[in-house]
Structure formats: structure tokens, C-alpha cells
């Protein structure tokens, strides 16, 4: 018994190369999603152990069967254990259940790194436009507002990614080719969300007194137009009135001279013969 023991002992320390075969350690990573449950899997083929079967956070036991007593160190009740195939069940699973979990029985062990995520609900890109330092341009201001966690934040123009604005929340662009449609995706190992803007040409920065005098400019133009019109209206009305004035006593003075004609006297009585036949009435001698 002693010679064995001297024998374990002289090939445990013989390198820890070929402990680490031997015991089998393997080392896994897995998603898990905030909310929802998690399933750990040994990942060994000969997990199941009647002498010892327990997993590990960090150095915290949370799960032990061993001899046939199962230990458990879960106050709240969210883990389990399934005895035939050594995997361990998270419900509800929470950003503080990430970290490292050992797996272990008699013979072998294994890792697997726990990360929790929270889902992308929702992406949206808010625009804000501003004058630009040479006073000829201008400015806009894009921030993208993330509703999860996020892990990785890229941009894109027009579908091609701005390999400069990656993981920026906040970026300003110069618009110079007309309407372009700004992108922010923001991802992480379990969800991905999309938002996008449309950024249309700026026009030229104008000083604002210069903007007012043009606006009186305006105002005066408008209001010389209007008068004009106003004037040109009166005028017609005028002219039209001016011509049915002369009309009216063009008429007026036709029948005046009209009433002042004399009328001729009809004959009285009948004509004679000699009236009808126009010559004149022989006298007698």
C-alpha cells in the first residue's frame, strides 16, 4: 500500500501536463440569458459517480452528492441537480450567476465559464443638427440609445460599416452627398438590434442678421407686389367706370334730341281724289 501511494505521488508530480490528461479537465464557455433558465453540462463522458458528483462557483460549493448525501448551498432554491447526468439547472438565471463553474466526481472535472446576458430590446438613433466650424456647413450629431446590454456597437452608411465609429455611442457626421441612411446595431452573444436614421444635405450656415434682412427684404417685396396689384385693380375699375359714364350719356343725350324733334300734325279727315292721285284740285270759272 505504501509502494501504490509512492507511486501516485511520483506520477503526480511527474509533470502537470500529463495530470491534467489524465484527470480529464475540459473547459467550456455558455450563453445564458437574463430571466430565463440555464443548463450547465459536465461535458464528460463519465460523469455519473456514486462516490462523488459536485459542482463549484469559483471555490463555493453549490451542489454536493456525495456517499448518497446531497449537499446544497442554494438559499433561494434556483439551482438543481440531475443525478444521472450530473448537469446542474439555473432558473431565473441573473447577471450575478456569470463567473466560473467546476464540475468534479472521483475521477475527472470539468470548467465552463457562465455569461449572462441581458436581451436588446431596442436600438433607436436620435439626430441633432448643428453649424459647422467653417460657417458654410453643418453638422449632425447622432446617438444611439440601446435598451440591453450590449456588448459590441458598430455604425454603417448606407450598409457599409464605418470601421472608425465602432463601440462610439455618440458620432458627427458632415452630410456632403445628399440623403444617406445612418445605421447603429448594437449585439451581444445572445441578441441583436437595428436602428436607423436618414441624414438629408445641410444648407449653408447664414448669419443671423443676414437672415432678418432677407426676411425684410422679403416682407418688402411681398408687400411693393401687393400695392401694385392694388393699384393696377383701381385702375381697371377706373377706366371700366370712365366708359360706362360716356356710354350711359351717349345714350342719354340721343334721347333728349329725340324728345325735341317736332312732331308733324296728322291729317284730319278723308283724302280726296285728287290728294290720292297728287294733282291739284281743278278752280271753277
Known amino acids: ?3 501504490s501511494v509512492g507511486l501516485f505521488f511520483f506520477y503526480a508530480c511527474g509533470g502537470v501536463v500529463s495530470s491534467a490528461t489524465i484527470l480529464g479537465l475540459n473547459m467550456a464557455e455558455k450563453n445564458g440569458v437574463e430571466g430565463e433558465t440555464v443548463v450547465l453540462l459536465p461535458g464528460l463522458a463519465n460523469a455519473r459517480n456514486r462516490v462523488l458528483m459536485q459542482w463549484k462557483k469559483g471555490k463555493n460549493i453549490i451542489f454536493q452528492i456525495k456517499n448518497n448525501t446531497i449537499t446544497i448551498k442554494d438559499p433561494e432554491g434556483r439551482f438543481s441537480m440531475n443525478k444521472e447526468t450530473g448537469s446542474i439547472t439555473i432558473n431565473t438565471a ?19 465559464i457562465l455569461h449572462v446576458y441581458e436581451k436588446i430590446v431596442s ?3 436620435e439626430s441633432q443638427v448643428s453649424d459647422g466650424s467653417n460657417n458654410s456647413t453643418c453638422n449632425v450629431t447622432l446617438r444611439c440609445i440601446v435598451n440591453g446590454s450590449r456588448e459590441m456597437l458598430s455604425w454603417s452608411r448606407d450598409h457599409q460599416e464605418i470601421i472608425e465609429m465602432r463601440g462610439r455611442d455618440t458620432v458627427t457626421v458632415i452630410p456632403s452627398r445628399g440623403a444617406e441612411v445612418y445605421s447603429c446595431t448594437a449585439s451581444n452573444p445572445i441578441s441583436s438590434q437595428t436602428a436607423s436614421v436618414v441624414v438629408n ?10 437672415k432678418l434682412y432677407r426676411l425684410i427684404g422679403i416682407g418688402s417685396g411681398l408687400g411693393l407686389m401687393v400695392i401694385l396689384i392694388i393699384t393696377l385693380l383701381c385702375c381697371l375699375v377706373t377706366k371700366w367706370r370712365g366708359k360706362v359714364t360716356q356710354e350711359e350719356e ?13 312732331q308733324k300734325a296728322a291729317p284730319s279727315g278723308a283724302l280726296t281724289i285728287y290728294e ?10
Open 1 to 3: 500500500m505504501t509502494v
Open 94 to 112: 441573473r447577471k450575478s450567476d456569470a463567473g466560473e463553474y467546476t464540475f468534479e466526481n472521483f475521477v475527472s472535472s470539468s470548467k465552463t
Open 123 to 125: 436600438v433607436s438613433v
Open 201 to 210: 444635405l445641410c444648407q449653408p450656415y447664414v448669419p443671423q442678421g443676414f
Open 250 to 262: 351717349r345714350v342719354y343725350a340721343e334721347i333728349e334730341d329725340f324728345s325735341k324733334e317736332p
Open 276 to 285: 290720292m292721285v297728287g294733282i291739284s284740285q281743278p278752280h271753277a270759272v
